[in-house]
């Protein structure tokens, strides 16, 4: 069983950053692909990014290209979601997901451990 736990979420002005951070409890980490979630009010979660278990590739949905970056430090078992040029419209939980797969990565279906989650609340 692998334990994710997010931190960094907050409360910040649109047009500000945060970096969100996802530490695993596993000593496998490295055989894991990550991925972020997040769920707005009212609204169904939905793909962030992800990144492969090497750190080489990653993957952004189209609306957080260029302001949100995933990267991962195997090293601390931790993966981040630096998120850059915020709106209010970023306002969600965001969730970090572990993939035992090779998928692509896109759907909630194919992680198998999911974090809490941490609130990022962006306010114009």
């Known amino acids: 069983q692998v334990q994710l736990v997010e931190s960094g979420g907050g409360l910040v002005q649109a047009g500000g950053s945060l970096r969100l951070s996802c530490t695993a409890s596993?000593?496998?980490?490295?055989?894991?692909?990550m991925g972020w979630f997040r769920q707005a009010p009212g609204k169904e979660r939905e793909f962030v990014a992800r990144i492969t278990r090497g750190g080489v590739s990653t993957s952004y949905a189209d609306s957080m290209k260029g302001r949100f970056t995933i990267s991962r430090d195997n090293a601390k078992n931790t993966v981040y979601l630096q998120m850059n040029s915020l709106k209010p419209e970023d306002t969600a939980v965001y969730y970090c997901?572990?993939?035992?797969?090779?998928?692509?990565?896109?759907?909630?279906?194919?992680?198998?451990?999911w974090g809490q989650g941490t609130q990022v609340t962006v306010y114009s």
């Open positions: 596993t000593r496998t980490f490295s055989s894991l692909a």
């Open positions: 997901a572990a993939d035992r797969g090779y998928g692509l990565g896109f759907r909630q279906s194919e992680y198998d451990y």
